[in-house]
């Protein structure tokens, strides 16, 4: 009983996690916040929701493991390749952003 009240806690969590990632799609201002926030919420979501499957179902707890792994790794490197496919194509910065550290580093690149 203990053991399907945690992993349906953190099927709670996830979806907490995956609301809020919503909300920053929804939130910011230009793609590349909404590349930041919707990873690093969607990535700790997913974890969460597939960790709670998981321990509700310890058959199949191998198994989240790996695809919780393979989440991590992946989700930052497709949001970086994303990020940087539109910085190269052209998609303007928010006109609030502060520094543009990217632009910097290609000016450097070009000299």
């Known amino acids: 009983m203990a053991q399907k009240t945690i ?7 996830g979806g907490i ?3 809020l990632a ?6 910011m201002p230009d793609v590349y916040n909404r590349i930041q926030t919707s990873t690093k919420a969607v990535t700790l979501g997913a ?5 709670g499957a998981g321990i509700i179902h310890p058959a199949w707890l191998s198994k989240c493991v790996l ?7 992946t ?3 497709s949001a ?3 990020g940087r496919a539109a910085y190269k194509t052209g998609v303007k910065l928010w006109e609030g952003s502060i520094c ?5 580093h290609m000016e450097d690149e070009n000299e």
């Open 17 to 19: 996690f995956m609301f």
């Open 47 to 51: 974890m969460s929701s597939i960790l």
């Open 75 to 77: 989700n930052p490197v």
């Open 80 to 82: 970086h390749a994303i």
């Open 100 to 104: 543009d550290q990217y632009g910097e």
């Open 67 to 73: 695809i919780m792994l393979f989440l991590l790794f």
């Open 22 to 27: 919503s909300l920053g799609l929804l939130r």
């Open 7 to 13: 992993g349906e806690i953190f099927l709670i969590i």
